[in-house]
């Protein structure tokens, strides 16, 4: 499709459709990165490279990471099981509350955290790492539950014939083959996990930094741009260490026999019993929460009240003198809009060069790179590469919707291609045989399905710019915070008010990011399967 | 004599749904048996539940005259073959025959030497470490006889084992697989739908008829009205 070698009859001008996400990416994800390079190796960064504090808070981030990781796979393994092999009345609704957490913004889960285990639990290292597990659950329980859907039950059968108990069975037949997928899912979470940032500064003591937070700290308090650069540059290095080792150990998982599996009925007996408790287990565990932030949402004083609710509107609301939370969220509404319509262009374009061979797929992969480059790190880089002269977007207000829009594209990317890829490439030479211009035949082939993904994937940049906090506390201004910088802000002040109008606002964006995550599963879904029907 | 393997009066079926009731035979030590039936008879469902992989709706199974029937899998002693060989792929062809005997307990020493000895006798010496998505269909199938034979089940069921290979290669699995279970002793249930396969093979042909167009399989009596 791209470059002029893609299917026949597609028209001219989509074979330089990938020029726009190219340039989007070379000019806001490359050059900052080659910004932020160039001051480590002009300043004094090459010392922030060897400093021992930086490779101290690595190792500390590393050790968090890694307990995060294993707590998420222990209780995320389980779930797998439970919402993707069982047939039982409710099924869909559990699959879908656990990827609850994963949506929900990372203050809001960690004010969701206060929320729920209260003053009693000392901030630090098993807070975080309960909050990080809770986030990750649906990184674990998507791609291991994807995997074991398929699981042929029958090598189990055949290693219980063979004299092995239901446990041995499990562990050296079953877990075996859902190693690659595990191996990949411990590497997102360890890398979520590992910069961390939201969480981190609001559940965290002096033993939980993490590098993202150390760039935080090295810009706003120290002032120290090239050290937060050298410390930006280690991350990105290990983060994509970790990312390909885990991409290895996927790629070295053993191929088995996969067949299409129906799922199966919840057994008889104990097992029954276990699968039924792990369902409800699982669903409490996604909900008391947010449950307790929309009770504390509605506490005063030790009774039920609306008054954080009606102080949303008032500027002295928590004392932030800082604007009202209402105009942050307009604010953020604003930000997730623009974003919403830069990701799903850049991102679109992108998907498109998915599909085909050449010079294009090179930007379709480019497109995902922001995956492993961190939130504090975009948001770093775009702050010192389009901060200041000589090219200066400050005033402009764009910022931070090009940062979350490059944060948004690799999702935008994993919705519309798949879409794209699904639609039966020869509809475009039905409507050219019946005298189409390529124009018009490639709105015949493609134009349904990209309308309503189109939709799906600006829904879900909208998503991930309400509630994206590391970027915006580099680059949203001191006045005009968005709904996530804003509830740091008022839980940085003691007082009830401040606590409890942040909760009142973390209570908003959970509905708001709900809304549109549901929306992006109706529409991307259903275009996805009206795709595949008439492929 | 004890018979190694019996049915008594068995009912088969997935939760409510009986397939076939009524269903008693005898297999003697050493005695290969063949069931032929068509698609849909059963013939499967009854070899999933003498192994222990979905529970009898009533009725007993009886090993060496023990009562099996509320055994678990792995104590059955009944060790089964698939029509595809289904293979552990993170174990190479030693460790995928030695399996079943480092269960129970054997050293890696003793268990590979087995294996080596039954690979060599259905000549796959040479292939001991060899990764098993690199065999051919057929010297799959010789491997996962050999590491269903390796821990001497008491009776193996063998469901339709040779379907997915093309004829020349079944013709001669049969004969190898007869002499394989001859050579250890091993009593057998073999399921095919194919008369030939059953008489080169077995002692004695179970024929199953057609089911009827409404109603249980006719592999046992048909099952009295709920």
Known sequence: MGGGDGPLNAPRWLGWAWAIPAAFLAAFLVYPVIVLGARVGLGDGWSGLTAASTWQVAGLAAVQALASTILALVVGIPMANVVSRYRYRGRALAQAMVTVPFVLPTVVVALAFRSLLGSGVPQGFALVVVAHAYVNLAVVAR??????????????????????????????????????????????VFVFSFTSLGIVLLLGDSTTRTLESQILRQTSVLL?????????????????????????????????????????PV?????????????????????????????DSLRAGGAWSTAWWSAMGSVDAGTTRIGSPLGALGMSLGYALVTAVIASIVGGLAAVAVLSRGRARVVALLAIAPLGVSAATLGLGT??????????????????PIAHALVAVPLVVAVVAPALRATDSRRLAVAASLGARPTRAFVTAYGSVLR??????????????????????????????????QIVRLLSRPGEESYGVAAALAVVLVALTLALVLLVDRFGMSALQRSARTA | MTPRLAADDLVIGHGSTVIAAGISFEVMPREIVAVVGPSGSGKSTLLATL???????????????????????????????????????????????????????????????????????LGLAGYERTSVDQLSGGQAQRVALARALAPRPAVLLLDEPFSALDADLRRRLVIEVSEALRHEGTAAIHVTHDLAEAAAMADRVITVPEAPESGPSALGRPAPPA
Do not use: C, K
């Open chain 1, 224 to 264: 120290d741009f090239p050290g937060a650069a050298a410390t930006a540059v280690i991350q990105l290095v290990l983060v994509t260490g970790v990312l390909l080792a885990g991409a290895m150990a996927g790629r070295r998982s053993p191929r088995r026999t996969m067949r299409p599996v129906a799922l199966r």
């Open chain 1, 143 to 188: 791609i291991v539950g994807a995997q074991w859907a398929q699981h042929d039950d029958r090598y189990e059968n055949v290693a219980r014939t063979l004299g092995a108990t239901r446990w041995q069975a499990f562990v050296t037949v079953t877990l075996p083959g859902l190693r690659g997928a595990i191996a990949s899912s411990a590497a997102v």
């Open chain 1, 452 to 485: 309503v993904v189109m939709l799906a994937s600006a829904a879900l940049a909208g998503a991930v710019s309400l509630g994206e906090f590391g970027a915006a506390s580099f680059l949203a201004r001191a006045g005009n915070p968005t709904v996530p910088v």
């Open chain 2, 51 to 121: 192994a222990g992989v979905i529970p009898a709706l009533s009725g007993r199974v009886l090993v060496d005259g023990a009562d099996v029937t509320q055994v678990p899998i792995h104590h059955r002693g009944i060790g089964m073959i698939f029509q595809e060989p289904l293979l552990f792929p993170h174990l190479d062809v030693t460790d995928n025959v030695a399996y079943g005997l480092r269960r129970q307990g054997m050293s890696r020493a003793e268990a590979n030497e087995r294996a080596a000895t039954l690979l060599q006798w």
């Open chain 1, 267 to 295: 057994p008889a007996g104990l097992s029954g019993i276990v699968v039924r408790v792990a369902v409800a287990t699982t669903v409490i565990i996604v909900i008391a929460p947010v449950a307790a932030l929309l009770l």
């Open chain 1, 383 to 400: 702050l010192l590469a389009f901060g200041r002269g000589p090219i200066d977007l400050r005033g402009t207000g764009l910022l931070v």
